[in-house]
């Protein structure tokens, strides 16, 4: 069964938190519950990008597609994350040519590139409202960061043939982020950020727009092996050809060799109230969406209606902070303690899955079971390209889920008794780190 803290101990049974993206979402495609028997060619369980990506893309393609999740789709965390839409793996380029072979890292950075593509090309083929902006602004909390960014920066441009990145600064990124807290950096251009959860809900309207049918409120409670497999909820079964798992930080105990290896951690994002266009460009300037050198990582942008959207701090347990708001606002002042007088007009909070490498994990379970799960902060472009590789690899082409089935993802330390433990006293570490 999968861990019913994790579905159901921060969040009422199929209703979306109560977040900025919630309060501004439209177009829920008709849904239903999955109660008697049904048969389908794949199901897949869990309704965010991987799992709405991978259904628009073999409803597509003709097959008969059923997809589960156990509240409603955009749910977790594809409609409650930081809306960034990233370059690469979420492993700097760099550090990933030290992890694999070179042909393997250029295959990943070409998946990377792939996925980010195809999530403008989604939006612009639906015509998915979600308020897409170009930018992406890495800041240095330190200086002695900046040599490296501008050696990384160089590398995606001549090894890489990227162009869409440049070296910044100092004296500029005190005018793109008016924080003193900031030193140099990097400007992406390539990178954007958007609505998740209109996103979500724009994937789910296309791939029902070409027959998937989509069962919330059905959460899945066992998954039995075989040809077909035979997929249990409380109300309905379903027996499948295939099998897809994308429920990433909510796998739980359904599929073990995934919770082995793909950890649920929580994060959190508070709202401003709006703020007003002017003042909203003389903290950033040109619109981007901003992530910090920081190995917890402040992740912030404005809104279309000019809140600030500001996400930071982590937390290792089953249960969120009491007041969430409080608990991200912290971290907002520090870096911008003019907006001390600001209202949080909303905060909440999250799961995502995370592995030790901080790279995804692709599997395949059993010839007709496979997986994609772990993108550890960088699942809006990484997840859509996931369920677009997993579509490609049920019709037998499987050249690129085999290049990120490469991807080192060990065991997490501790077994399923320890990792939680083990790992907040790493971050305790790393977030002592960040302050030095």
Not at 220 to 234: M, S
Request: one cysteine or more.
């Amino acid at each position: 069964m999968i861990s019913a803290s994790l579905l159901h101990s921060n969040d009422r049974l199929a209703t979306y938190p109560p977040s900025w993206y919630a309060a501004t979402a439209t177009g829920h495609p008709n849904t239903e519950q999955l109660t008697g028997a049904h048969e389908a060619d794949i199901a897949i369980i869990g309704g965010g990008f991987t799992g709405l990506s991978a259904a628009l893309h073999l409803s597509k393609r003709g097959y008969s597609v059923a997809l589960l999740d156990a509240h409603r789709v955009g749910w977790g965390a594809s409609g409650r994350n930081g809306g960034q839409v990233g370059t690469g793996q979420r492993v700097d380029q760099d550090e990933l040519e030290q992890k694999v072979a070179p042909s393997v890292a250029q295959a990943a950075w070409d998946i990377a590139e792939q996925s980010k593509a195809l999530v403008r090309s989604l939006i612009e083929e639906y015509d998915i409202k979600c308020d897409y902006r170009a930018g992406s602004i890495h800041a240095n909390h330190r200086q002695r960061y900046d040599s490296h960014s501008r050696y990384f920066v160089e590398r995606l441009q001549d090894k890489y043939q990227y162009p869409h990145i440049r070296y910044v600064p100092k004296d500029e990124m005190r005018h793109l982020v008016a924080s003193a807290d900031y030193f140099g950096g990097s400007l992406d251009m390539g990178a954007g950020h958007l609505h998740p959860l209109n996103y979500a809900l724009g994937l789910a309207r296309a791939a029902k727009s070409h027959g998937t049918r989509l069962f919330e409120r059905s959460e899945v409670l066992r998954v039995d092996k075989g040809d077909p497999a035979v997929i249990h909820t409380a109300h309905g079964i379903l027996k499948s050809r295939f099998v897809l798992y994308a429920c990433n930080g909510y796998i739980g105990k359904l599929a073990k060799d995934i919770s082995r290896r793909v950890m649920p951690i929580n994060n959190y994002i508070i709202a401003t109230e709006p703020l007003g266009e002017d003042r909203a460009r003389k903290i950033i300037s040109n619109n981007a969406c901003v992530a910090d050198s920081r190995f917890v990582v402040n992740y912030f942008r404005f809104s279309n209606d000019h809140r600030m959207l500001f996400g930071g701090g982590e937390s290792y347990g089953y249960k969120f902070p009491k007041d969430i708001k409080e608990f991200v606002r912290k971290p907002m002042l520090k870096i911008f303690p003019e907006l001390k007088n600001a209202k949080i007009e909303f905060g909440w909070g999250g799961t995502l899955a995370i592995t030790v490498s901080r790279l995804p994990f692709f599997h395949r379970h059993s010839p007709n079971i496979l997986s994609a799960s772990g993108y550890s902060g960088s699942g809006v472009a990484l997840a859509t390209g996931a369920g677009a590789m997993l579509a490609e690899a049920i019709e037998g082409t499987t050249s690129r889920f085999d290049v990120m089935n490469q991807l080192p993802i060990p065991l997490f330390p501790g077994g399923a008794t320890l990792r939680s433990p083990l790992l907040a006293l790493a971050m305790t570490w790393y977030a002592l780190r960040d302050r030095l």
